[in-house]
Nanobody, 121 residues
Framework: QVQLVESGGGLVQPGGSLRLSCAASGSIFNVYVMRWYRQAPGKQRELVAGISRGGMTNYSDSVKGRFTISRDNAKSMVYLQMNSLKPKDTAVYYC???????????????WGQGTQVTVSS
């Protein structure tokens, strides 16, 4: 059984910073691409950032230059450092991972439960 658990969300003032963490646990054989998505009220879920096992990253235009995605392969963790936060960054942030587990025969895609980020004065 594979589980993704996010942490680090909360309430922050505009211009502030937060760091999100996501830990993958369970019978994991290998972790591939790790991503952060977000979903604001009344809007579709959107990709925020992604990082390959080798460290190649990509970002949505709306967060480029403000957010940084990183990972720790030894711990099966992914992070999202969010700086210069704006009210429009308010959303539930979800961790999403492609991985192989010992229990399955192929690649699987897994989601965390989400963590709320609210940017407001």
């Amino acid at each position: 059984q594979v589980q993704l658990v996010e942490s680090g969300g909360g309430l922050v003032q505009p211009g502030g910073s937060l760091r999100l963490s996501c830990a993958a646990s369970g019978s994991i054989f290998n972790v591939y691409v790790m991503r952060w998505y977000r979903q604001a009220p009344g809007k579709q879920r959107e990709l925020v950032a992604g990082i390959s096992r080798g460290g190649m990253t990509n970002y949505s235009d709306s967060v480029k230059g403000r957010f940084t995605i990183s990972r720790d392969n030894a711990k099966s963790m992914v992070y999202l450092q969010m700086n210069s936060l704006k009210p429009k960054d308010t959303a539930v942030y979800y961790c999403n991972v492609d991985l192989q587990s010992y229990a399955s025969s192929g690649m699987g895609n897994y989601w965390g439960q989400g963590t709320q980020v609210t940017v407001s004065s």
